[in-house]
């Protein structure tokens, strides 16, 4: 089945550096790659499309410089919190479009990526 | 626009009852509605999804859910609760045959299984 993973699964750090979160598709390939953040106890909020290749599409409210992010190539995307700060502290969740041989898509979720800004 | 309720935020049901998680949408195409559960620490796992077939969707686990358009609804059910069954349960539509398309997450409803 298709599998998404994320790294890293869990990361601390200082307020103002910068923190690198990878989404890859392991047995499939993903045109397009979606970025989500989840508050705790409630839902997923969607903060961007990450296609590869091109820009992202971010949803408004989202601060594209301060979540920067790159899809280089079919089974990579990348999301950069830079200049972290508590109020950044979330669940950062991707998912991955996968298109089976019937020619449905379906989106497949990474395990998620908790984030602690100290 | 696109929208899904969520009816309820926490069901709570005894092991071996039926599980009935109520989810409503809005939209102005032909929508694909999903089910994914979340386990605690764990990421979302689809369940079942609806994409303008069968209108009774079998998923994994057990579990169903019927897409009735005139009552723009995608009810999650099971015949049988089991305690794995507890987690996360959020209720996704998105416009159009792809799932690729924009997508909607429910608010989500906490199902908890009692002993």
């Known amino acids: 089945g298709a599998v998404v993973s994320q790294h890293p699964s869990r990361v601390i750090c200082k307020s103002g550096t910068s923190v690198k979160i990878e989404c890859r598709s392991l047995d499939f390939q993903a045109t397009t790659m979606f970025w989500y953040r989840q508050f705790p106890k409630q839902s997923l909020m969607l903060m961007a499309t990450s296609n590869e290749g091109s820009k992202a599409t971010y949803e408004q409210g989202v601060e594209k410089d301060k979540f920067l992010i790159n899809h280089a190539s079919l089974t990579l995307s990348t999301l950069t919190v830079t200049s972290a700060h508590p109020e950044d502290s979330s669940f950062y969740i991707c998912s991955a479009d996968h298109r089976t041989s019937g020619g449905l898509e379906t989106q497949y979720f990474g395990p998620g990526t908790r984030l602690l800004v100290l | 626009a696109q929208s899904v309720t969520q009816l309820d935020s926490h069901v709570s049901v005894s092991e071996g009852t039926p599980v009935l998680l109520r989810c409503n949408y809005s939209s102005s195409y032909s929508p694909s509605l999903f089910w994914y559960v979340q386990h605690p620490n764990k990421g979302l796992q689809l369940l079942l999804k609806y994409t303008s077939a069968a209108t009774l969707v079998k998923g994994i686990n057990g579990f169903e859910a019927e897409f009735k358009k005139s009552e723009t609804s995608f009810h999650l059910t099971k015949p049988s609760a089991h305690m794995s069954d507890a987690a996360e349960y959020f209720c996704?539509?998105?416009?159009?045959?792809?799932?690729?398309?924009?997508?909607?997450f429910g608010s989500g409803t906490r199902l908890s299984i009692r002993p």
């Open positions: 996704v539509v998105s416009e159009g045959y792809s799932s690729a398309s924009k997508i909607i």
